[in-house]
């Protein structure tokens, strides 16, 4: 298990897109947390609506004011911790799901195997959008727990495919074999050298469904379907720019560009994982 940790970290090291998508989505997630302190403006203070409304960046509101009057850049930073644990939350559940259906389907094989993969099967075929809309339509509380949750909940089908080949292929590995004629646990066999080769791929699906929720959460806001107000994240204020009546670019801007770069870290972050799981990098060097 220390091997494969530090073959692990040795590759992290020298895989720049893993490193550049991390320290991003770490900077985002700094400015998220200790933004609205500094900043200091209530991101739901409407002041004055008729006076301050739909204002261009100024020194006094640095990305303008929305149609209410409240300080957009404000908005920007509250919905970030929004927007960003709704990603954080859905990948965590799709990664969870679907490395443990996976793991489960590849190692006991046989007729459970195929039961679990014609359910994945099943679910691969109904269209995701379609899936959130009945879930979400009629799920009442629109909530950013509630949306994260079914997010996670309705995009972990293609990590279990993706776990259960890698678990399939190793299931006869020459290691397995001596662990079994050893007499090692099932259990065991499964933690020590199931997982550690599982997690590779299965984390390469989560970063890839965080970047998804993103696009997913900002797409579900514009037809109605996102996080009920007054809560902001970038989905629900590039919705409210798009219903806007004047054309305000400031509105775009402000929570268009840190989702666009939150989804191109996640994204960043997948493909560097998926080229440090390659076992062809480890020939190659």
């Known amino acids: 298990m220390r091997m494969i940790e ?8 020298h895989e720049p897109r893993l490193v550049i998508g991390a320290s991003t989505l770490a900077v985002l997630v700094s400015v998220s947390m200790i933004g609205p302190l500094v900043l200091g403006i209530d991101p739901r203070a409407q002041p004055d609506p008729s006076a301050l409304a739909l204002l261009p960046p100024s020194t006094a509101h640095w990305l303008g004011t929305d149609a209410l009057s409240r300080d957009v850049l404000a908005r920007v930073l509250t919905g970030a911790r929004v927007s960003l ?6 990948a965590s559940v799709a990664f969870t799901l679907g490395l443990t259906w996976g793991v489960v389907a590849g ?3 046989g007729w459970l195997d195929a039961l679990m993969m014609r359910v994945v099967d099943v679910l691969l075929a109904i269209p995701r959008v379609l899936l959130l809309l009945i879930i979400i339509g009629f799920g009442g509380e629109r909530t950013a727990l509630a949306l994260g949750l079914v997010l996670g909940a309705t995009g972990w089908m293609a990590t279990s495919r993706l776990v259960r080949a890698d678990v399939r292929a190793i299931t006869r590995a020459p290691w397995v074999e001596a662990a079994r004629a050893l007499g090692m646990r099932e259990g065991r066999i499964v933690w020590v050298h199931i997982l550690p080769v599982a997690i590779g791929h299965a984390s390469v699906a989560a970063a890839l469904a965080a970047s998804q929720a993103l696009v997913l959460d900002a797409g579900l ?40 770069i939150a989804s191109a870290a996640f994204t960043a972050i997948a493909d560097g994982a998926r080229e440090s799981a390659d076992p062809r990098r480890e020939r190659r060097a």
């Open 6 to 13: 530090s073959r692990w970290r040795d590759r992290l090291r």
């Open 221 to 260: 806001a514009a037809i109605g379907l996102g996080i009920a107000l007054p809560q902001a994240s970038w989905g629900t204020m590039l919705a409210s720019a798009v219903s806007s009546a004047t054309w305000s670019w400031w509105l775009w801007v402000g929570p268009g560009i840190p989702l666009l």
């Open 85 to 90: 644990g709704i990603a954080a939350l859905a």
């Open 107 to 109: 190692w006991r094989g």
